[in-house]
Every structure is written in structure tokens, then in C-alpha cells.
């Protein structure tokens, strides 16, 4: 563990040493990473949609890459953070070659009316809200978002990593397939992992909420991804519950899961340091 935190920490040094000089650097070197955002019309959701693109320094279409498919594309917290962090990773030949794609969500708000906080307070929810997690909304004046989140998770699962691997000439399984999600991104995660196992092969949830964990059935005979979830000591309680019910669910049925706290709470600066260290152990060289 004191390895990997002071090869965070190295990294980290890296990233602020080559922010300034990033994009000099990604214009004037063909063979340069690339961080682009293009975007794809989704026949489920009726719409287009965005996804940001990373590509390894010198990709080739010929070769086969890991993919990692992220959530929450469209938050620049995460944008700045993804190319650095990669290219540091792989330029140092920390970890090998891997493709990154961070889809966007629909930040439209949806719904003004209906949802409030303890104090009173009225919740802005947008469409995001209701493709990450399955709200079932029965008004008629919902009738938009009844079916947003079964849309949404067949735009994913079939459309965006569809034309992604066609785009890039990358013939994947499972096996060669990642998912990323923090927070709802997550839950829509772990609910993805449940319906359909046999798509993404490796999970990195971190501070899950939703995903309908403990109310699933979790079938004997179902081969489900390998899971690395992490999740802080100051967040709710109901967090630890749930892990520790996926950490049994996944022994009594003999699957790979690294379960664990980190000190801390729904704070983007641990995920980070979470989302490196997991990576370093999944793509090490």
C-alpha cells in the first residue's frame, strides 16, 4: 500500500509539472495522447449524446487495448485529471496502453416539483438522475423518464461501446472491457454488473449510490464481473451495509471482489487517488 501511495503521489507531482505544457505538447507531437469529446446519436434516448475520447500515446488500430467505459464524462473536475493522470501512467511504463472513454450524462433538469431535502428545500433532479438510477416515475407528467433509465443503460451497454470498438478497430470481450463510476455513476454501474454480466468484465465503483444492490437476486450460477469498490468512513451508513453484503455475496459465490474504506468522504480527491490505485494494479506493467 505505502508503494502504490507514493506512486500516486509521483504522479500527481507529474501532473501539475505537464499541465502547463499539454496542449503545446498534444499539438505539435503526432504520436501525442489525444483527449477529444466527439458524440453519437442514440436511437434508445432519441437524442445525442456525448462521450470523451482518450487515446494512448502512439494508438495504433492495429493493436488491441483495454477499454475502460466511465461515467460522468461531461464533469471537468474528472476531464483535466483523466489525460494527465494517463499519460503519466503510461509514459513512465507505470501501466500499459489503455483507451478511455467517459460518457456524458443529460444535465437538462427534469424535475422541479416533486423532490425535496429534510429541510424543505425543493431538488433540482435532472434527466442524469434518472438515467444513473431507476426511479420508475409513475405521474403522467413523467411519462418522458418512465423509461429513461432502461434506455439509457442500453445506449451504453450496446450503443456507445458498439461504436466505439467499431471507431477504433478494437475487436474485445469481456475480459478486455473496464467500467468506472463514482457515486450514481457507481450505482448505474453496479446495476449494469447485475443485468448484464457478461458485457464489461471489471468494475471500479467507488461511494455507490444505488444500484439496487441487497434487493437483486444474485443468481449461483451467474459468472459476474470481477468488482473493486471502495467507499469513506465519513459517508452514510447504508454504504458499508451494502458493501459488506456484495463483499459476502461475492465469496459465497466464489467471485473476485476487492472491497474497502478509505478515510474520508463523497470527495472527488479520494476518488482519484482510488481510481489510481486500482488501475495501477489492474494494468501494471
Not at 453519437?40 to 494512448?56: D, G, M, T
Not at 503510461?90 to 489503455?98: G, L, M
Not at 433540482?124 to 418512465?146: A, K, W
Request: charged share 20%; with cysteine.
Amino acid at each position: 500500500m505505502k508503494g502504490i501511495f507514493n506512486i500516486y503521489i509521483i504522479v500527481l507531482l507529474a501532473v501539475l509539472m505537464l499541465s502547463c505544457n499539454s496542449k503545446k505538447e498534444t499539438s505539435s507531437l503526432e504520436t501525442a495522447s489525444k483527449f477529444y469529446t466527439d458524440s453519437i446519436f442514440s436511437s434508445q434516448l432519441a437524442e445525442n449524446r456525448k462521450h470523451n475520447v482518450y487515446l494512448p500515446t502512439g494508438f495504433n488500430r492495429e493493436t488491441k487495448y483495454p477499454i475502460i467505459y466511465a461515467t460522468d464524462g461531461s464533469n471537468t473536475i474528472e476531464n483535466s485529471f483523466y489525460k494527465l493522470l494517463l499519460d503519466s501512467l503510461i509514459d513512465n511504463q507505470i501501466i500499459k496502453p489503455v483507451i478511455l472513454i467517459a460518457s456524458h450524462s443529460n444535465s437538462k433538469i427534469a424535475d422541479s416539483t416533486s423532490s425535496t431535502t429534510g429541510d424543505g428545500k425543493k431538488v433540482y433532479l435532472q434527466y442524469r438522475n434518472f438515467e444513473y438510477v431507476n426511479r420508475q416515475p409513475t405521474r403522467p407528467e413523467d411519462s418522458l423518464l418512465v423509461n429513461r433509465f432502461r434506455n439509457h443503460i442500453i445506449y451504453f451497454k450496446d450503443e456507445l461501446i458498439s461504436h466505439v470498438e467499431n471507431e477504433f478497430n478494437q475487436k474485445l470481450d469481456k475480459t478486455d472491457r473496464y467500467f468506472y463510476g463514482v457515486s450514481n455513476g457507481a450505482g448505474f454501474g453496479l446495476s449494469l454488473l447485475h443485468a448484464y454480466p457478461d458485457k464489461i468484465g471489471t468494475y471500479i465503483c467507488l461511494s455507490t449510490f444505488g444500484g439496487n444492490i441487497q434487493n437483486n437476486l444474485w443468481k449461483s450460477n451467474v459468472a459476474y464481473p470481477d468488482l473493486y469498490l471502495q467507499y469513506g468512513s465519513d459517508e452514510p451508513w447504508f454504504l458499508k451495509e451494502e458493501a459488506d453484503f456484495l463483499k459476502s455475496t461475492y465469496a459465497e459465490l466464489n467471485l473476485h471482489a476487492e472491497i474497502k474504506e478509505f478515510n474520508g468522504g463523497h470527495d472527488y480527491n479520494k476518488w482519484q487517488e482510488a481510481f489510481t490505485e486500482t488501475i495501477i494494479t489492474l494494468f501494471k506493467i
